[in-house]
């Protein structure tokens, strides 16, 4: 018969060990302050840091298969679920590197 009180310390190991190593994959000036939040929120933070290097790059993450129309930048890439809403500010706003493309979905215009 296993141990109720082992089985919730081992738990607890495997969820501390689990958030330090998503806080560690995170980029160091973001680490600050981590060690109190969920697992959940956590990953993310991760996913959305993984989001933004990619649009950094001048890349569409993985599950970006929406669009969206920004006022600054025209027709971009989002999230998946978004389909042709205007939008006052996007992610890619902030692709400030003049030598990197941002991808842009083909978009039908209505006639």
Known sequence: MSNPRKDQRSQDEFDRVHKMTLIHSLPPRLRHG???ETVE????CVQITKE???????QVPTHWTGWVVCCHCGPVFA??????ISVAGCPWCHVTNPTIHIPRPKVRHKS
């Open 41 to 44: 929120n956590l990953q993310l």
């Open 34 to 36: 981590l060690q109190d």
């Open 79 to 84: 999230p998946e679920g978004t389909q042709g």
């Open 52 to 58: 933004l290097a990619c649009i950094q790059r001048g």
